[in-house]
């Protein structure tokens, strides 16, 4: 069966936010019931940017990776949730029905990638919905992926055996893949925020001058 | 068309004409009627007022008047003496010409300068009166696309890129950037070292477009007229309390009624000169609301004294860098045509200095030059970003940093010179052929002038630089074909902005011009400017004055006039105003200033002062927006003023409450440009940024949907200067009778775009993209002809002809037509200035690491360069989703505070950890911000960017700490150099210390 996932490639994010807001966009103000209720008017958006800096001034580099929900095929705020209240379409994307979600603010806890937020307005949890109204209307992508200026972000729609043969000719990697949840997004170059960095200059002394020897870091 | 030509022909004769005409004004009244059945809305416009109009013949000798009543319209022909306003035409023909459609407004325009056509009666009646027969076409507009079930797709366009806008019973939905579809036009292709490169079917968008919908609903919106509690115009003023009380409501009449009255005052009172007026320059965006438009077409006319703009993102550039190779059109930056293509094909790396188009987006140009960068990438096109921050376009594209001590960029460069003379690695050729002077400044690097060779181990003690580093640098940029991205834009920003910042811009002309500047491959820029979009398609920018009607002030005069032909308007008033001085004009009634003078290089030359001659010293403030407290330098002295006795009264109209608007006496709540009528084009400037829409990859020209009715009471900003002008009898004189609608109309017809689209097409569609030109009329290269000896072929009118010292097109702007490393106009103008050498020299920082009193008070260098997610201070504050953006504002505690950078060293001696609140200050004040620990500044610098919107003092305002985030409280007010109005906002000391909430 044919389902949504979202690749990501962690080299090419800038930290601009314009997923972030994009997302504001579509559900602040906006409600999308049954998909979901509008969003919390102020506080974080439902794909987060997470930085990392390595290095030391210098020699440093930054690092974003774009956290939006996994839709993890085996997830856990699935199995926490009471009266079924999130559930997997066939299409592969996690919803959290807004009515039957109320007051369950355990939810937020039993995700391990931190992307449910806690509605205090509506008391419902909330999170990433991969804009399942509009591609239900038939748009061809979400407003997060719209709005990314780099190409960081794009959506894929696949068969598993596809996705997965991706995966592995392209060396894409789930992000936190130990903690077995089985999360439908899939990153590029996972490495430069999980990984350590090693950065320098060489240099000689020639005639009692310090002189580089590959001005690369 | 062609029945026109036939009426007005049957119009030459007298009887024909009157024929003519009594047809026309029977016409006239049924359509009134058969738009008042048929819309409501035209109905519910027709109700408002009782009244009796007269159209007729100036000599009594034919007429039809309309009796309004109860929105109904009775008309009868005659002369009515009962009528409450009048309009009449000198002659019939003349009558037919000017209201038979279309409009011809050529002809009208005419008729209105020669009084052929006349308006009696009370101002407000007329104005009403033709605003409805305005209105008339635009009630029965269909526009925007249809998706159903009550959603309709309008199109807007902003600062920061064009949107589709989703509406529903009019609330906004969403905003998304412009994805096209098939009628677009296929974009450009290039090709180069063996790859195709073409830019996706779409616009980009910056992040404060998005965020756009929490600024259009903000519970920070001004909603209606409202007048501060304690002033009375007629009694006490209690001119102390601004910035402290609070407001009330009032009516849009009893604001208007202040407002005209105190112009009327102070100008009765104390004579011309006395109202102040100025505006931020970022109100959004459209031809005809903007601020080069709507607003000076009422300043004009009631006669003002302009507050002056520096070049306030250019600086360096204009006070230094123009010396060396003109450009002064440009603002002393460089020109970039063709070099998109050029770099692709040609050059092996490129240097960014102090650059950040990432974070910047060029200067209103989305994201649209970042897959341009991209595709260098892929091509291993070698990066080195020198910058004290390590910045986005860096941390993006990861190339070597170099970090430079602020304001000390200019001894780096020195010795990338020197390394290049003393090893040969510069073009000895072009030096000869192409500049002008150069033996003499190679004296002065190789220190035979002043003993000091500026070697690399010399920078080193400035900039903190490593010699081996800087000797990298200048071999791997000797030796390949280099781009010079000098400032986000191309001279924009950064470090043009700091106590060095001439010296600095004036440097980075000189190493190009060593290395060929205009060769294939060597250039300025970083992919942000020069696309092969067609440039020979018109359609005006903003800065091409829309209906402004001046044409000293605005580049108006250029194209639009003649194509646009209107009402001239004229300011009287020959007193200005530095924008950086205004503190000091009000509170000590002097100041002085340069001109921003793009014309010519000698424009910078002239000076001005305040009060001009036989003027009358300022009295009244009309402040249009909030942002000089948040943008303008050591900004307490612009609070300070508010609260002076010499400003008697102070009006802001304003869409936000901002930090500045709550210092005013009456606010009037103008509305944003998703509620009004207007019509732009993505990132077209024109005027001083001629061509600035090659920053994108596709021109993208926009009908400006009014998407919802203006929130509240709020209102366009061309209404409340109408409104205003009938109070002051020149209402008509302003809208010259039509309505925002009708002169987007106007406007469209005025363009191109007649030729490629009808009127009707591009309302409903909202968007035309102008297909690219073939790649033989794709515009040349800049610099290339100069390099060649060719006459200049780039499509410019710039320099002027007479600013050629030979033939026209020959050469450069400088007086020898060469780039000059020692500069003719410095040497004509003062040769012996010891802050503008007539060449290049390292003048360490008035306020920097040698200014060591100040330095061991303050020992770190605070840089604030233009921010990233909000433009200036529009996106930032008044609940904008930005703030949730957890480095833009950090939320502590419930309040949202301004962000502060700093290395780990620097924070561990003060105990700083990362988002504990931090005050940071200096002798001019204080600013509480979050402290940011990283790695992404070097020890002894701090960042924060410009830009707050917020102010927000704990105690008395201008005197105690700011909670808002003004860090331009603390940087100075001192001109880079003396001669010159500019501001050196990058070259700041401060210290940092843990703050405790009180
Ligand atoms: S897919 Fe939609 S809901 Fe999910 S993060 Fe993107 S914009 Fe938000
Ligand atoms: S829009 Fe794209 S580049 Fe920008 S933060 Fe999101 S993922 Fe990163």
Same mark, same amino acid.
């Given at each position: ?217 | ?523 300025? /820029? &970083?992919?942000?400017? #020069? +696309? ?5 398609? %018109?359609?005006?920018? @903003?800065?091409?004055?829309? *209906? ?76 249009? /927006? &909030?942002?000089?407290? #948040? +943008? ?5 002295? %612009?609070?300070?003023? @508010?609260?002076?006795?010499? *400003? ?98 106007? *406007? ?251």
């Amino acid at each position: 069966m044919k389902g949504w996932y979202f690749i990501i490639d962690a080299e090419k994010c800038e930290n601009c936010h314009n997923c972030f807001l994009a997302c504001k966009d579509e559900h602040v103000n906006n409600d999308w019931t049954p998909i979901t209720k509008p969003m919390a008017k102020k506080g974080r958006s439902w794909i987060e940017i997470k930085g990392r800096e390595r290095g030391q001034y210098p020699f440093i580099d930054v690092c974003y990776l774009p956290v939006p929900c996994m839709h993890c095929d085996n997830a856990p705020c699935i199995r926490v949730a009471k009266n079924g209240a999130v559930y997997k379409r066939k299409d592969g994307i996690v919803i959290i029905d807004p009515s039957l979600s109320k007051e369950q603010k355990e939810l937020v806890e039993a995700c391990p990638y931190n992307a449910i937020t806690w509605n205090e307005e509506l008391k419902i949890p909330q999170k990433c919905t991969f804009c399942a109204h509009l591609l239900d209307e038939g748009w061809k992508t979400t407003r997060c992926v719209q709005a990314c200026p780099t190409g960081a972000l794009s959506i894929y729609y696949a068969e598993e055996a596809e996705i997965k043969e991706k995966a592995q000719t392209e060396g894409l990697q789930n992000y936190k893949a130990n903690l077995n949840s089985k999360p439908r997004v899939f990153y590029k170059n996972l490495h430069l925020f999980t990984k350590n960095f090693l950065g320098g200059s060489l240099f000689t002394i020639r005639g009692g001058i310090e002189e580089c020897l590959e001005a690369d870091a | 068309m062609i029945l026109k030509n036939i009426i007005c022909r049957l119009a030459r004769s007298e009887r024909g004409a009157k024929l003519c005409l009594k047809f026309i004004l029977w016409v006239l009244g049924t359509q009134l009627n058969y738009k008042a059945r048929k819309y409501p809305r035209f109905k519910e416009r027709l109700s408002e007022k009782d009244i009796i109009a007269q159209i007729k013949l100036r000599d009594n000798s034919y007429g039809r008047y309309y009796v309004i009543q109860k929105g109904k319209v009775f008309s009868k022909e005659g002369v009515n003496a009962l009528a409450d306003i009048v309009i009449s035409f000198d002659n019939a023909s003349i009558a037919v010409e000017l209201l038979f459609p279309p409009k011809n407004y050529l002809a009208i325009t005419n008729a209105m300068k020669s009084f052929q056509i006349r308006a009696e009666g009370p101002e407000h009646l007329s104005c009403w009166f033709m605003d409805l027969i305005s209105y008339m076409e635009e009630v029965s507009t269909v526009y925007g696309t249809d998706l159903g079930r009550g959603v309709k797709r309008y199109t807007s366009n902003t600062n920061g890129g064009p949107v589709f806008v989703y509406v529903k019973e009019d609330k906004i939905l969403r905003l998304t950037p412009i994805e096209f579809d098939k009628n677009d036009p296929e974009p450009w292709k290039i090709e180069a070292r063996g790859k195709i490169f073409s830019p996706p079917k779409k616009t980009t968008v910056a992040p404060y477009t998005l965020t756009l919908k929490s600024m259009i609903y903000s519970p920070h919106r001004i909603l209606y007229p409202m007048k501060r509690i304690d002033f009375d115009p007629n009694g006490e003023r209690n001119i102390e309390k601004r910035g402290i009380s609070e407001y009330v409501r009032i009516s849009w009449d009893e604001a208007l009624d202040i407002v005209a009255n105190e112009i009327k005052r102070v100008k009765k009172t104390y004579g011309p000169g006395s109202i102040l007026h100025g505006s931020g320059s970022h109100h959004l965006w459209g031809n005809l609301g903007y601020w080069l438009s709507a607003r000076l077409r009422f300043f004009n006319n009631v006669g003002f004294t302009p507050v002056a703009h520096n070049p306030d993102s250019w600086e360096g550039w204009y006070w230094g860098a123009m010396h060396h190779y003109g450009q002064s059109m440009h603002l002393g930056a460089p020109e970039t045509y063709g070099t998109v293509e050029d770099c692709l094909k040609n050059c092996d790396l490129v240097v960014f200095w102090s650059s950040d188009p990432e974070a910047t987006n060029g200067v209103y140009g989305a994201f649209e030059g970042t897959i341009r960068r991209q595709w260098l990438k892929d091509l291993g096109v070698k990066m080195v970003f020198i910058d004290p921050f390590y910045n986005h376009t860096a941390a993006l594209f990861r190339g070597k940093w170099i970090a430079p001590r602020p304001s000390t960029g200019n001894a780096m460069a020195l010795a990338i010179a020197y390394v290049w003379i003393t090893e040969g690695l510069y073009d000895k050729e072009y030096v000869e052929k192409n500049t002008y002077g150069f033996e003499e400044w190679e004296n002065y690097i190789l220190g035979k002038e002043d003993g000091i060779p500026k070697t690399p181990e010399w920078q080193e003690k400035e900039t903190g630089v490593p010699a081996k580093d800087v000797r990298a640098l200048a071999r791997l940029w000797g030796t390949r074909k280099t781009y010079l991205a000098a400032g986000g834009l191309v001279g924009f920003g950064g470090a043009c902005r700091d106590a060095t910042g001439t010296e600095w811009a004036r440097s980075m002309v000189c190493l190009m011009a060593m290395q060929g500047l205009g060769k294939p491959g060597v250039n300025f /820029g &970083g992919m942000q400017q #020069g +696309t092969p979009v067609d440039t020979s398609f %018109y359609f005006p920018g @903003y800065a091409e004055g829309g *209906l402004s009607g001046d044409t000293a002030n605005t580049a108006l005069g250029v194209n639009l006039y003649v194509r646009m032909p209107q009402l001239p308007t004229v300011n009287t008033v020959y007193q200005l105003v530095p924008r950086l001085r205004i503190p000091e004009a009000i509170m000590k009634g002097k100041a002085e200033g340069y001109f921003t003078d793009a014309k010519t290089i000698e424009g910078q030359f002239r000076k001005f002062e305040y009060p001009a001659p036989g003027y009358a010293p300022v009295r009244m403030y009309y402040k249009y /927006g &909030g942002s000089h407290i #948040g +943008t303008m330098p050591e900004s307490n002295r %612009y609070v300070k003023m @508010y609260r002076s006795e010499n *400003l008697e009264f102070v009006v802001n109209q304003s869409i936000w409450f901002e930090g500045e608007t709550k210092f005013a006496d009456i606010i009037l709540p103008a509305c944003t440009n998703f509620e009004r009528w207007d019509i732009s084009e993505f990132a077209n400037c024109g005027g001083y940024i001629q061509h600035s829409f090659t920053q994108c990859n596709h021109r993208v020209i926009v009908m400006q949907h009014k998407c919802i009715e203006p929130l509240g009471e709020s209102r366009s900003d061309f209404w409340i200067f109408a409104q205003l002008a009938q109070r002051l009898g020149f209402g008509l004189m302003y809208t010259e009778g039509i309505s925002e609608f009708e002169w987007c109309k106007r *406007l469209f017809e005025a363009s191109d775009l007649p030729k490629v689209i009808s009127w009707k097409d591009f309302l409903k569609r909202g968007y035309y993209v102008v297909p690219p030109p073939k790649e033989e009329l794709r515009a040349p290269v800049s610099f290339r002809s100069f390099y060649e000896g060719r006459p200049k072929d780039t499509p410019e009118i710039a320099p002027l002809p007479a600013d050629y010292s030979e033939e026209v097109f020959k050469g450069l702007q400088t007086q020898t037509g060469k780039i000059e490393f020692v500069c003719s106009s410095l040497k004509r103008f003062d040769p012996n200035d010891p802050e503008r050498p007539v060449m290049t020299k390292y003048i360490p920082a008035w306020e920097g690491h040698h200014t060591e009193e100040l330095y061991r008070k303050y020992p770190l260098f605070l840089i604030t360069p233009h921010p990233r997610y909000s433009f200036h201070t529009m996106g930032d504050g008044k609940e904008s989703w930005i703030n949730d953006i957890k480095d833009h504002r950090v939320c502590i505690n419930g309040y949202y505070y301004w962000i502060i950078r700093i290395n780990p060293k620097d924070a561990e001696k003060r105990g700083i950890k990362n988002l504990d609140l931090v005050k940071v200050f200096n002798d001019r004040g204080s600013v509480i911000c979050a402290a940011h620990v990283t790695e992404r500044v070097p020890p002894g610098v701090v960042h924060s960017y410009e830009g707050s919107a917020v102010y927000d003092p704990v105690g008395v305002p201008g005197e105690s700490p700011d909670r808002g985030g003004c860090v331009n409280i603390l940087t100075p007010s001192r001109p880079i150099i003396k001669k010159s109005h500019s501001m050196a906002v990058n070259s700041c000391l401060v210290e940092v210390e843990k703050w405790e909430e009180p």
